[in-house]
């Protein structure tokens, strides 16, 4: 809650006042209100945070800067936001895949939304109808979640070149993202090897294998494995190196930090990876593991999938995405004992909490049983002790 023991000052000066252990201040500049986020609130008995007099001194300098309000732009979310996109790619140098994500939200969600109203008169409410409207699109709370961080960026973008006094996206109480979804797809071994003999397409057949094994047994993601190239597999450490990804067509870095990693190559990996480099046509260093068989070009991504649903079919296996030949690897580590924080390096999540999926494959500890046993009167053949 807003703290509310905001004191009269004289007119002209603005209100300062805490929000969220935060200190915010608020002003007029011709007739329209602009608020500011000052800093967090000093904590008694430290220097964390701004004192009284500090955030006074930060108020002051905002509203040196904001003198004026331009009245005579009506600039729109349309606008604004192509801007914005401009900034993110030239300046701020952010990925293809994540600028091409954020234009197609621009264009497929907030233009159709909020049209040609002005953004300075975007209010909270009008925020929380397009949230409202997201989610009953059936659209998952994480989707709405990622439109609003987009959103709150556009505005934030706005206020910083005097466009906009304020960003209503703050206001908002964000959708709760979906919990860990129990339900995790994978293959266990026998079907892994099924799904092998299932990839049988005259021309990709070989290459597809590979692919396949090296997706359920070294937890790739599809962009990883179709820019791997072979300098980034060394048989002779038995690690596979990450270091490139190749999605909607763009070269690039993965997805995040830790996602650049090496993740350990089993022996039969190794062995398939060795058979596919002598049977290849493109098999120097700096040329792709998984390349189209003739061309030696990236795969196509999306007849890739449709090979892979193709042979599971063949082998009456179930109905999974591509996606799923990593989660095989999630689950069938964790089911081995593999700690949770190895596995979350090995498989490039950023947050611990993506990799405590798995956690529910992991053995019990030892001697789990008989502790159950011991507390619930249960003996080991199921009859009472």
Known sequence: MADQSRRRRPHGSGSLFVRGGAWYGQWRVGGRLVKRKLGPKRTPGTRDGLTRSQAEGRLRQHMEQVKSMPTERRVDVGEIGGLYLHHLEHVMRRKPSTVQDYRIMLRRHFIPYFGRSPISG????????????????????????????????????????????????????????????????????????????????????????????????????????????????????????????????????????????????????????????LNSAFSGDSELVFPHPELGTVLDASRLRLRFKTALACMGLPDLRFHDLRHTYGTLMAGVGTPLRMLQEWMGHRDYKTTLIYADYAPNPAGAARFTAAAFGVGEEGRAA
Request: hydrophobic letters at 40%; aromatic letters at 8%.
């Open 122 to 277: 975007i209010t909270v409410a009008r925020v929380s109808g397009y949230m409202t409207e997201k989610l009953g699109q059936d659209l998952s709370p994480k989707t709405v979640n990622n439109h609003l961080n987009f959103l709150h960026g556009v505005f934030a973008f706005a206020i910083k070149r005097d466009l906009a006094a304020s960003n209503p996206v703050s206001g908002v109480d964000r959708p709760r993202p979906d919990g860990p979804n129990p339900d995790i797809r994978f293959l266990d071994r026998g079907e892994l090897e099924a799904l092998m003999q299932g990839a049988r397409d005259e021309r990709f057949g070989p290459t597809d294998r590979a692919v396949f094994l090296t997706a359920a047994t070294a937890g790739l993601r599809q962009g990883e494995l179709l820019a791997l190239r072979w300098q980034d597999v060394d048989f002779k450490a038995g690690v596979i190196r990450v270091r490139r990804n190749f999605t909607r067509g763009q070269w690039g870095t993965p997805k995040s930090r830790r996602a650049s990693r090496a993740v350990p190559m089993g022996n039969r990996l190794a062995h398939q990876l060795r058979g596919h480099s």
